[in-house]
């Protein structure tokens, strides 16, 4: 069993930073690829970045490319998301998942799911 809580959320104006974190649980922390999802009012929710186990691998939707990145730290039990050159469409609240097996884009296929943290950017 894992545990994630999600903070670093906040308001920020558009063009600026804010870099989310990720606590798990455990001592197997090491063991789970991550990720984290985004949902906006009135959407589904959706793929926004993942990293392999060991971090050597990530892959992020198109739209955040160049903008965002994930990295963790396993020696601390978290993982992290950068976020820079915010647009008022990256307004969401944030959550961080995990998985033992499965690395994919597909939320429903995530094990882990932590409580989620708001980011609001404005225009």
């Known amino acids: 069993q894992v545990q994630l809580v999600e903070s670093g959320g906040g308001l920020v104006q558009a063009g600026g930073s804010l870099r989310l974190s990720c606590a798990a649980s455990g001592r197997t922390f090491g063991t789970y690829a991550m990720g984290w999802f985004r949902q906006a009012p009135g959407k589904g929710r959706e793929f926004v970045a993942r990293?392999?186990?060991?971090?050597?691998?990530?892959d992020y939707t198109d739209s955040v490319k160049g903008r965002f990145i994930i990295f963790r730290d396993n020696a601390n039990n978290t993982v992290y998301l950068q976020m820079n050159s915010l647009k008022p469409e990256d307004t969401a609240v944030y959550y961080c998942?995990?998985?033992?097996?499965?690395?994919?884009?597909?939320?429903?296929?995530?094990?882990?799911w932590g409580q989620g943290t708001q980011v609001t950017v404005s225009s």
């Open positions: 998942a995990a998985d033992p097996t499965y690395w994919g884009t597909r939320g429903l296929s995530w094990t882990y």
């Open positions: 990293i392999m186990r060991s971090g050597a691998g990530t």
